[in-house]
């Protein structure tokens, strides 16, 4: 039984391990009024990079991948912000 227990809780621990390194996937907008953010900060997502550029940032809606989506989204997904804020 405890034996069962333990092998349990390895498994879990090395799921919630690689849960955390996989990057959540965020649908990307094409537009920043699609992203229909309802009072939260429309922000451009580069999936690349994991990083996410506000409005008057000068990558914000410019890198060669990405799209928009909302900051609280994006930040939930463990997408950081660009070093410029």
């Known amino acids: 039984m405890q034996k069962l227990l333990i092998a349990s809780l390895l498994a879990m621990t090395s ?7 996989t990057p959540a996937k965020l ?8 992203a229909a953010c309802s ?9 690349q990079t994991q990083v996410y550029y506000l409005k008057g940032d000068k990558l914000y ?7 928009y989506n909302c900051r609280r989204q994006a930040d939930a997904a463990g997408y950081h912000p660009s070093r410029s804020h």
């Open 39 to 47: 009072g939260d900060q429309s922000v451009w997502i580069d999936p």
């Open 61 to 67: 809606g410019k890198t060669k991948r990405g799209g």
């Open 27 to 34: 649908t990307l907008y094409k537009t920043a009024d699609a």
């Open 15 to 21: 799921s919630i391990a690689l849960a955390q390194q």
